[in-house]
């Protein structure tokens, strides 16, 4: 993980020394990496490792007993999920988040909600400054609508989308908040192959085309060495390994808790 | 054949976030509206004003509010009378204290007044929800009620404890009190829930819509994206408050002209949840579905048995309407929880597909 692209001055993203116990359970154990601005870091593991949990570190909704978060160079211990979204992270669900009484444009538009001031007086009254302000916002998630190319269920009541389509409006709900830095759990499970590489697509997309920092959870091998930058891997709650695909490939830690999952 | 979505392309997003897309039902809205300011006073008379197109206007402003909050924004409560009160009590309190205070300003008042109880009642939304929300909501109805039982100042010290809707004009014309006349109260009634029907309309597919919608569906992903589960669920209540508050106003102002604190007791809060329940939770339309449907159908229960030739006894008709109205929120709740309103859709999308079953 060594060399001059990773001074710290890059780093959008710092975990240090982090620990998470749920009771018993210690879900993390003293867990330290970084994210760099524009990066695809992936974060892998078996199941129960504690990636979720490190998401949810990140992002406000489990507090660390200890270690510390630093984004942007400002660092917490605690902090509320709405403030994390305000500083500019967003993020999708392992198990699917959505909205499921709103429509896919709905939902894209709840992503808009910090960009949005009026206050309801306005809003009420539909009134110019209200007005407008709804019609810039429906044109962005507009934008995010056709870059997903989720166009025909722009009406549609989420709940009746299949899996697939729901995983994908629930990355366009991130997309919209026009974040610094995307948390993506999972976005590929129980996808089949051609809407695994659409995702691919879009993942890479974003990263490429708005230089979005994307920290990602995936548990297959193949699109995770495609698409990461660098890899973390845990193991019961501990770092075991951190670096390029190849570096992580070839760990002899790595390969024996896959036992085999990682071929050479 | 004539009511369709294809084929009306729409010119830009403006067109398609407009209030009602469809030109069809903007043209039914418009004739609704102008049929009720203008046909309705001349035609109805003063008995179909008085026992229902009045209180059908109470009903539909108070079914609004809660539906806001509860179809809405997804808190259940059971303080609808007890905010009403609020809006009642106080509207007295203002027009008595400011005579020259223009009435309607009095109910907006009031309504504010309502807003602030229902924002402090509201604040356990914050710790509690579902079932336990709905007690901390109904301890809300009876202290308030009590509230104002008890403490004289609020009925003037009127030693029957009532309080009587004091005449007030607008323009010259009398619009409450005991000379005021049938239309004049309805056509009141009218202009005050068209134009909160309307802004509810707005709010609910702005931005403070989706947040409540967002907190209903799923609240901790609703924080995720930067909502505040707590100014949310309080401008929720807020709102929906202020519009039950200015519904208990009309309610003596313009519908009763004389109340006791039993015209805003539970019943009332139970009356109108139903009607949120079975006009369909999370839609305008449904609320005025809602109050029609439970207005009509006492009126409708006493005069059928006549109709028909066999008379009833009133006790047996009251629970026939209780029984029906079980029946009928039983059904909702399991097989459509969306409501009249929902039917309504689903009639609407046949419709468009006519004559094409697919
Ligand atoms: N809210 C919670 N309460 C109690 N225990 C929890 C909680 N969240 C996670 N855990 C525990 O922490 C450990 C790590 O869970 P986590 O969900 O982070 O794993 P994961 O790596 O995401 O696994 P998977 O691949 O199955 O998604 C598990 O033992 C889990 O049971
Ligand atoms: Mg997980």
Redesign the interface.
């Known amino acids: 993980m060594a060399g001059p692209e990773t001074s710290p001055a890059e780093a959008i993203l710092e975990v240090e020394n982090v620990s998470l116990r749920f009771g018993g359970v210690q879900a993390l154990s003293e867990v330290s990496f970084d994210v760099q601005s524009g990066e695809v870091r992936a974060i892998i593991g078996p199941n129960g490792a504690g990636k979720s949990s490190m998401l949810n570190v990140i992002n406000g909704f489990y507090h660390p007993q200890e270690g510390s978060i630093t984004f942007k160079g400002v660092t917490r211990r605690r902090m509320r999920t709405h403030e994390a979204a305000a500083q500019g992270i967003a993020r999708t669900f392992q198990n699917i988040a959505l909205f499921r009484g709103m429509t896919t444009l709905d939902n894209i538009m709840t992503g808009r909600n910090l960009k949005m001031k009026r206050n309801f007086l306005l809003q009420a009254l539909y009134l110019g400054p209200a007005r407008r302000e709804e019609m810039e916002h429906r044109e962005f998630a507009e934008r995010v609508i056709d870059f997903l190319e989720i166009q025909a269920i722009r009406k549609t009541p989420v709940s009746r989308l299949p899996y697939g389509l729901q995983k994908r409006v629930e990355l366009g709900r991130a997309l919209a908040a026009e974040p610094d830095m995307l948390l993506l759990d999972e976005p590929m499970a129980g996808m089949n192959t051609e809407e695994k590489e659409d995702m691919c697509r879009f993942i890479l997309d974003v990263n490429g085309e708005f230089g979005t920092t994307v920290v990602l959870i995936e548990h297959d091998m193949g699109v995770v060495m495609d698409i990461s930058d660098r890899v973390v891997v845990l193991d019961y709650g501990r770092l075991l390994a951190d670096g390029t695909p190849d570096e992580v490939r070839r760990n002899p830690l790595v390969i024996d808790a896959y036992l085999g999952t990682v071929r050479d | 054949m004539f009511y369709r979505e294809a084929g009306q392309f729409k010119s830009g997003?403006?067109a398609d976030?407009a209030?009602f897309p469809i030109p069809q039902d903007r043209y039914v809205v418009i004739a609704i509206v102008a049929f009720a300011f203008l046909g309705v006073p001349l035609i109805a008379n003063e008995y179909w004003l008085q026992a229902i197109l009045i209180p059908f206007l109470v009903f539909s402003m108070a079914a609004i509010g809660l539906n806001l909050l509860t179809g809405y924004a997804g808190q259940l409560s059971l303080g609808t009378g007890g905010f009403m009160a609020v809006g009642g009590y106080m509207t007295y309190k203002f027009t008595t204290f400011w005579p020259e205070l223009n009435i309607v300003a009095c109910f907006l008042l009031s309504g504010l007044c309502a807003a602030g109880v229902g924002v402090l009642f509201g604040i356990p939304s914050l710790r509690i929800k579902g079932f336990y929300l709905a007690v901390a909501t109904l301890a809300a109805q009876f202290f308030l009620v009590w509230t104002f039982n008890k403490v004289p100042w609020f009925y003037n010290y009127n030693p029957s404890g009532t309080v009587t809707a004091p005449p007030r004009t607008i323009f010259g014309t009398m619009f409450t009190g005991p000379e005021a006349s049938a239309p004049a109260r309805y056509l009141l009634a009218l202009s005050i829930v068209v134009v909160f029907a309307f802004?509810?309309k707005?709010?609910v597919r702005?931005?403070?819509g989706?947040?409540w919608?967002?907190i209903?569906?799923?609240d901790?992903?609703?924080?995720?994206?930067?909502?505040?589960?707590f100014q949310t669920k309080l401008?929720a209540f807020a709102?929906s408050s202020f519009y039950c508050g200015v519904a208990g106003a009309m309610s003596l102002f313009l519908w009763l002209g004389s109340v006791e604190t039993e015209a805003y007791g539970i019943d009332i809060s139970f009356q109108v949840l139903f009607m949120v329940i079975i006009g369909g939770l999370?839609s305008i339309l449904g609320s005025f579905l809602g109050a029609a449907f439970i207005t009509l159908m006492p009126i409708l229960l006493t005069n059928a048995p006549q109709f028909f030739g066999f008379s009833m006894a009133s006790d047996l008709q009251k629970h026939i309407e209780l029984m029906i109205f079980g029946g009928l929120i039983i059904f909702f709740l399991i097989a459509e929880p969306h409501g009249l309103a929902r039917l309504w859709q689903i009639a609407k999308e046949k419709l468009r597909r006519w004559p094409f079953p697919y």
């Open positions: 997003y403006a976030q209030m802004a509810a707005n709010l702005g931005r403070v989706r947040s919608m967002a209903r569906d799923m901790i992903a609703a924080e995720i994206i930067g909502f505040r589960p401008l709102i999370g």
